[in-house]
C-alpha cells in the first residue's frame, strides 16, 4: 500500500474503535486495528455478566471490515518505537506510520497478598469467564462505581447470596449527599451488608483479613478497587507516569514519541481543572476519536487541534430497575442534582446502548 499513511490503533475497546471509525474516514490513511480478543464485549456491562445476564458481543473483523479497516487478531507484546513496529506474540509484526495505543485497563492484582491467587476480577470479558459458580457468601471488595454495580446487580439477580461490601470510605464516596444517601438505601434494601471504614489487607482461600483485624469469611471474593494499565508502554520506552499511563500533549500524542497517540484508560489525558480524566467510557470514545481528528491534522498540514471535553454526568446502576444519574460541574465534581430510581435506570441504559453505537464501526 506504498503512499498511504499507515494508522495502526492498538487496542478494540471503546477508545480504539472510536479512533479507527474516524481514522477510516482520512483521505490517504490505511487503518489497522489490532487486539487479543475476536470480538468487541461491553465492557461497562460486565457486572451484568458477572451476575449471569447475557452481554451482547459482535465479531470484531466483520465489522471493522464494513468499514474498510483491517483487523488483525493478536497479544501486542513490544512496540519498536526506532523502526515503528507493532510486535505480537504469535511473531507478525505491523508496520506503523501512526499509532494509537489504547490498551485500556486491567483489574490491580498486586494490590494486597492473596488478591492475585485468592480474589476474582470482573475488569475483562476473561476475568468474567474465570469467576467460580457463585454460592454462599460473596465480599464484594471496593465501594467505587464498580464495586456498587457489582454488589447491585448480584443482590438483585441472585438474592440466595449473602453479599458483603467492605469499603474503605461509604459507597459512592465522591458522590453528593442525595446520590451517596441514595447508594446506601438502595445497597440495604437489595440486602448488602455494608462494612465501611476499613480495607482488606489480606485474601486467603476463605475469605478476607480487614484492618482492624477481624476476619470475614467469603466463597468468592470480587476485587473492584480500582484498575492498573497493562506495561507495554513502559516496557518499550515511552514516557508513562507512576502508574504506566502514557503521559500526552493536549493533542493527545505521547509527549516522548508523538508518532504515537494515546487514549482511553492507557493515558492520561489533562481535562477541565486540570484534573485527569478519569477512566471511563464516557473519556474512551472522545479521547480516542480526538487522537485520530489530531493525526488526520497532522497529515494534511494542518495544527493538531487540542481536545476540548467536559463532563455533564456519572451514571451508576443498581440493579436493572434502580441507579444514580449524578450531574457534575464541567471538571467532574458533583452538584446537587441528582436523578434516581427507574428513571435513573432507564438513563443509564440508553447511555450504555449509545457508547456502544458510537464504538460499533
Ligand atoms: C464492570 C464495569 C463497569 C463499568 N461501568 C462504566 C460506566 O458505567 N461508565 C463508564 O464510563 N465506564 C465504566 N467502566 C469503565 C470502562 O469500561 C473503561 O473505562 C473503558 O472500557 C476504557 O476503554 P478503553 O478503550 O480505554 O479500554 P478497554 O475497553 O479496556 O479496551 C482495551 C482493548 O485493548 C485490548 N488489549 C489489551 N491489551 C492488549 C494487547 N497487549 N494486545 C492486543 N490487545 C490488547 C483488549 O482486548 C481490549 O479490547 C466500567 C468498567 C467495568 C469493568
Do not use: N
Not at 9 to 16: C, H, K, P
Amino acid at each position: 500500500m506504498t503512499g498511504e499513511h499507515r494508522i495502526v490503533v492498538l487496542g478494540a475497546g471503546y477508545a480504539g474503535l472510536s479512533a479507527a471509525k474516524r481514522a477510516a474516514k482520512v483521505r490517504g490513511a490505511r487503518v489497522t486495528v489490532i487486539d487479543s480478543r475476536a470480538e468487541f464485549v461491553e465492557r461497562v456491562r460486565l457486572h451484568q455478566a458477572v451476575a449471569g445476564q447475557s452481554v451482547a458481543r459482535w465479531d470484531l473483523r466483520e465489522r471493522l471490515a464494513a468499514k474498510g479497516i483491517d483487523f488483525v487478531r493478536g497479544r501486542a507484546v513490544h512496540i519498536d518505537t526506532d523502526t515503528r513496529r507493532v510486535e505480537l506474540e504469535d511473531g507478525q509484526s505491523l508496520a506503523y506510520d501512526s499509532l494509537v495505543y489504547a490498551l485500556g485497563s486491567v483489574w490491580d492484582a498486586s494490590a494486597v497478598p492473596g488478591v492475585a491467587d485468592h480474589a476474582h476480577s470482573v475488569a475483562t470479558p476473561e476475568d468474567v469467564a474465570r469467576v467460580p459458580a457463585l454460592t454462599g457468601r460473596i465480599a464484594v471488595v471496593g465501594g467505587g462505581s464498580t464495586g456498587i454495580e457489582v454488589a447491585a446487580e448480584l443482590a438483585e439477580t441472585r438474592p440466595d447470596l449473602a453479599i458483603t461490601m467492605i469499603t474503605s470510605e461509604e459507597p459512592g464516596a465522591w458522590l453528593s449527599a442525595k446520590a451517596r444517601a441514595h447508594a446506601a438505601r438502595t445497597l440495604s434494601r437489595l440486602g448488602v451488608e455494608v462494612r465501611s471504614g476499613v480495607k482488606v489487607v489480606e485474601v486467603d482461600r476463605g475469605g478476607v483479613t480487614l484492618t482492624d483485624g477481624d476476619r470475614l469469611a467469603a466463597d468468592t471474593v470480587l476485587w473492584t478497587t480500582g484498575f492498573a494499565v497493562p506495561d507495554l508502554a513502559a516496557r518499550c520506552g515511552l514516557a508513562v507516569d507512576d502508574r504506566g499511563r502514557i503521559l500526552v500533549d493536549a493533542t493527545l500524542r505521547s509527549r516522548s514519541h508523538p508518532e504515537i497517540s494515546a487514549a482511553g484508560d492507557a493515558a492520561v489525558v489533562s481535562g477541565p481543572g486540570d484534573r485527569h480524566l478519569r477512566m471511563a467510557c464516557a473519556t474512551a470514545l472522545p479521547t480516542g476519536k480526538h487522537a485520530a481528528t489530531a493525526i488526520a491534522a497532522t497529515l494534511h498540514g494542518k495544527a493538531a487541534p487540542p481536545l476540548s471535553f467536559r463532563y455533564y454526568i456519572q451514571c451508576i446502576s443498581l440493579g436493572r430497575r434502580d441507579g444514580i444519574i449524578q450531574f457534575v460541574a464541567p471538571d467532574d465534581t458533583p452538584t446537587g442534582t441528582v436523578l434516581t430510581g427507574r428513571p435513573a435506570a432507564w438513563f443509564k441504559e440508553g447511555i450504555v446502548r449509545g457508547a456502544a453505537r458510537t464504538a460499533r464501526p
